[in-house]
């Protein structure tokens, strides 16, 4: 990924999806993770940005599949969203 849908990557699946902290060291990113990623979700992460490399993560409850899934949804979001235009200023008081 390139450095700027890095960053935007890294600030979506910290502000939420895993558990985090203020960066204390990182002045690009605001936050930094508490825990590593595990093996499977750095490998679904990994296969997910490549194009035609689909992953199937069979694992136990409570390890981090629903992670797993999602780390590779947000990091093509975050790689689309960089390129979108900024959005009107009142364009949240405005009704669908």
Do not use: D
Not at 11 to 20: I, V
């Amino acid at each position: 990924m390139a450095p700027k849908a890095r960053q935007a990557f890294t600030e979506l699946a910290l502000s939420g999806l895993f558990e985090s902290e203020p960066s204390t060291n990182n002045p690009a990113c605001r936050f930094a993770a508490k825990h590593p990623l595990y093996t499977h979700q750095a490998e679904m992460l990994a296969r997910g940005l490549r194009n035609g490399e689909p992953g199937i993560v069979t694992s136990g409850t409570g390890s981090g599949k629903t992670e797993a899934f999602l780390l590779p949804v947000f990091a093509c979001l975050a790689r689309e969203a960089i390129h979108w235009p900024t959005p009107a200023k009142n364009y949240l008081g405005r009704r669908w």
